[in-house]
Each structure stands twice: as structure tokens, then as C-alpha cells.
């Protein structure tokens, strides 16, 4: 199983020491989502190899221009093995979701805490998954806490609904704020979800990397280091 991880600069801790965790909780690989002028290939082999566990570099894209969105989309996904946007308000998740070279929709809830069913179809036609986001449920307390158990459940039940593509992510920004697999399981059992639901989301982040590595294959190195099938049970 994968984790999406955000390392310094954006996040707080390394690669290396966000890989030295993701491993000691089990996770067979992570991968970094970084703006474009960030994204670093560097040293993902000695990291893999150090800590046993697959390493890779992915790009999140967070410009709300549309047609800058999709300029980036155009020249970036031949470039990366994950391609992604963050997105938030209803206008920018349905373009998202309609993009059939992007791969997932990260932080789709946003500050209206809601998604549609429109978006939710589009992306299940164009295979865009939309990110389940449990970081607000790990680290609010009280009022907010409960508020974001609730928009879950709604977001878990229209995926549901839809059979829509998903993955699963703690979003963390530090080796302090990662779970592991089976944390998250029991996290994701407050909406809705079953163990092997939330086992399927984190393993989807896998699963992209290996087809579009697959895809990239002798067009560029160093997109990360490959140890298996990224899509098993680690």
C-alpha cells in the first residue's frame, strides 16, 4: 500500500525520514505531491534503498486558471508518474474531474465541504479518482472534528453510490502526522467504509504509478524506483 506524502520544502520532514516512517508502519512505498517548481527525482534510489520501501515524485497542480490548468497538463504528463489537482470549489473539481490525463483530484471537499454528483460521474468516466481525505478527521478536535466525520460520510456515500475511482490519503505533512494502513482503517469505519475499501484506496496510489510508469517507460529516468508490483498487498 502507498501513501501520499508532502515533503520539505512544502512539507516539514524530509523524503528520507517520511520514507524512514512510512516503512516502520508498513507502507510499501510513498509518493511526494509537489508543485511543479518543486518536484525533485534526487536520490530516490539511495532513499529506496536505505529504508526498503519505493519512492517517487508526483505533481500536484493548484492554479485555478483552467486554461493554465490545462496548458501544464498538456506538457506534464508525459513527465510524471502521477499528475494531479488540487482542488476545492465546484467550478475547478468539474473541470478536474473531466481531464482524462489527470489522475487524481486531491483535497476535492474544499471550504464548501461538498462534492455533486455531476463531478463524481465525470470523474468515473474519464477515470479520474477522487481523493478521500482523512486529514481534517486525524487532526481537528471537537466541533470541526465532527463536522468533517460528516461531509466523509456524504463524500463516501456518493462515491459509493457511483462506484466512482477513489484513493485514500492522511495527507501528511510530517513524519508525525503518517498512519498506518490499518490506523487509517479504522479511521475510515467512522464513515462508512470497509477495511478492504480503504486497503483498495491506498493500494489505487500504486496502482496509477505502475501503469504510467509502464506508459513512460525509456522516455524518461529516474521517475522513481520500482521493486515490485506497486498495486500489492504492501
Known amino acids: 500500500m502507498f501513501e501520499a506524502v508532502r515533503t520539505t520544502p512544502m512539507g516539514n520532514s524530509t523524503f528520507s525520514r517520511m520514507a524512514a516512517t512510512a516503512s516502520d508502519y508498513g507502507f510499501g512505498g510513498i509518493v511526494s505531491l509537489s508543485p511543479l517548481d518543486d518536484v525533485s527525482n534526487s536520490n530516490l534510489q539511495t532513499i529506496s534503498d536505505t529504508f526498503n520501501i519505493e519512492v517517487f515524485s508526483g505533481i500536484e497542480l493548484s492554479e485555478k486558471n483552467q486554461s493554465t490548468l490545462s496548458g501544464h497538463i498538456s506538457k506534464n504528463r508525459n513527465k510524471t508518474p502521477l499528475l494531479c489537482i488540487r482542488g476545492g470549489d465546484p467550478s475547478l473539481n468539474l473541470f478536474a474531474?473531466?481531464?482524462?490525463?489527470?489522475?487524481v483530484l486531491c483535497h476535492p471537499l474544499g471550504g464548501q465541504k461538498t462534492i455533486n454528483h455531476v463531478m463524481v460521474k465525470e470523474a468515473k468516466?474519464?477515470?479520474v479518482r477522487i481523493e478521500l481525505n482523512f486529514s481534517e478527521l486525524l487532526r481537528e478536535s471537537g466541533k470541526n472534528r465532527i463536522k468533517s466525520l460528516n461531509h466523509l460520510k456524504k463524500q463516501w456515500n456518493l462515491l459509493s453510490a457511483y462506484d466512482a475511482p477513489f484513493v485514500v490519503s492522511?495527507?501528511?505533512?510530517?513524519?508525525?502526522?503518517?498512519?498506518?494502513?490499518?490506523?487509517?482503517?479504522?479511521?475510515?469505519?467512522?464513515?462508512g467504509m470497509e477495511p478492504e475499501d480503504v486497503e483498495a484506496?491506498?493500494?489505487?496510489?500504486?496502482?496509477?504509478?505502475?501503469?504510467?510508469?509502464?506508459n513512460l517507460s525509456g522516455k524518461y529516468a529516474d521517475l522513481g524506483v520500482k521493486r515490485g508490483k506497486y498495486g500489492g498487498s504492501n
Not at 484506496?201 to 509502464?214: A, Q, T
Open 201 to 214: 484506496g491506498l493500494l489505487e496510489w500504486g496502482n496509477i504509478l505502475s501503469k504510467n510508469l509502464d
Open 97 to 103: 474531474s473531466k481531464q482524462k490525463n489527470l489522475d
Open 170 to 191: 492522511s495527507d501528511p505533512a510530517s513524519h508525525l502526522d503518517l498512519r498506518s494502513p490499518r490506523e487509517l482503517m479504522a479511521v475510515g469505519s467512522l464513515i
Open 125 to 127: 468516466r474519464n477515470n
